[in-house]
């Protein structure tokens, strides 16, 4: 009986230490992910494109990046943000990502509570995040390339001086009136 008693113990013992060991294992697992979370997190938000990260069956939007709250103007937590901002971000993340194109596209948006207007150029993708389909749509402030774009072209087809109109746009109108 003795024998029998020892035996239950020794097993005990080892069940014990295999035990243990697999807590260890499963503390460093956890450890190695959140590490892995704040490096995604520290990735994600200090991006300074607009980034946002959509239910590939639904369009909900499920995460933005730190410059979105910045270009929304808000300082709050990320799901104050998400609930004050949803609709507008869901209208514009549903616009770009429509047919998903592979070449960026431009689009003019107005923000809500900003002045004036603001071109974005928009870039979708799809991705696999966890085990969720998820659309990224990734959006880049590009106002001030178009203004320099609409200031070329003014110069293009202007006296600097005068600031009328010069013989290109006289040919350009010509050919145009012409066809």
């Excluded at 933005?64 to 609709?87: H, P, T, W």
């Excluded at 003019?108 to 969720?132: D, F, H, N, Y």
């Excluded at 959006?139 to 001030?144: I, S």
Aim: net charge negative; aromatic share 6%; with cysteine.
């Amino acid at each position: 009986r003795f024998a029998d008693l020892a035996s239950i113990a020794l097993d005990n013992a080892k069940l014990y230490q295999a035990l243990q060991m697999e807590l260890e294992e499963k503390k460093q697992v956890e450890a190695a992910l959140r590490e892995s979370e704040m490096n995604y997190r520290g990735i994600f938000d200090s991006v300074n494109d607009l980034i946002l990260v959509l239910d590939a069956q639904t369009g909900e939007i499920v995460d933005i990046n730190q410059k979105v709250m910045e270009l929304f103007g808000f300082r709050c937590s990320k799901e104050e943000c998400l609930s004050y901002i949803a609709d507008d971000l869901k209208n514009l993340a549903q616009q770009s990502f429509g047919g998903l194109k592979k070449q960026p596209y431009m689009m003019e948006w107005q923000p809500p509570g900003k002045s004036g207007s603001m071109w974005l150029e928009i870039s979708t993708r799809q991705a696999v995040i966890g085990s969720s389909a998820r659309i990224l749509a990734v959006g880049r402030d590009v106002t001030d390339r178009k203004n320099f774009e609409e200031q070329l072209e003014h110069q293009a087809h202007h006296d600097a001086l005068t600031g009328l109109p010069n013989r290109r746009m006289l040919e350009k109108h010509l050919d145009q009136m012409i066809d």
